[in-house]
């Protein structure tokens, strides 16, 4: 049912300042950058083999990652779990007891439909479902 770890979201205050460590220090390919109004985030896309690494930015204070950041400080948010069927998924995640943050799917960065579950639901760590049909 999960096929893969499709990516790690990463919490940073400035993009600017943290891609270099990525690009320049560790190697990765910068794959490009999207602004994501409905969360309120701007998200830099690097490859890291067959997994990718998202760099997330706050673009206002009432983000959900600026609340994060201002909580907890940069460094891991999330982890997300590729999937084909996401509506299926949450749907058996409820029924097993584990809360979610969405009940429907909504349309996360690349146009992915993606879903959290709570991470008091998870031992304390914010998996997302990611369900990428079509898209690359």
Do not use: W
Not at 27 to 41: A, P
Not at 101 to 127: C, N, R, W
């Amino acid at each position: 049912m999960i096929k893969k770890v499709d990516h790690i979201g990463i919490a940073v205050r400035s993009i600017d300042e943290a891609l270099p460590f990525y690009t320049e220090m560790l190697k990765l390919e910068f794959l490009g950058l999207e602004k994501v109004d409905s969360q309120g985030v701007k998200v830099a896309f690097i490859k890291a083999g067959e997994t990718k690494l998202e760099l997330l930015e706050p673009t206002s204070e009432e983000s959900p990652i600026a609340k994060f950041i201002e909580k907890r400080g940069e460094g891991l948010h999330h982890v997300a779990l590729g999937v084909d069927s996401i509506q299926e998924r949450i749907n058996d995640m409820k029924e097993q007891g584990i809360r979610m943050l969405q009940d429907e799917p909504k349309v996360g960065a690349g146009g992915a439909h993606v879903a959290f579950m709570h991470p008091k639901s998870t031992g304390g760590i914010l998996y997302e479902f990611c369900e990428k049909k079509g898209l690359k």
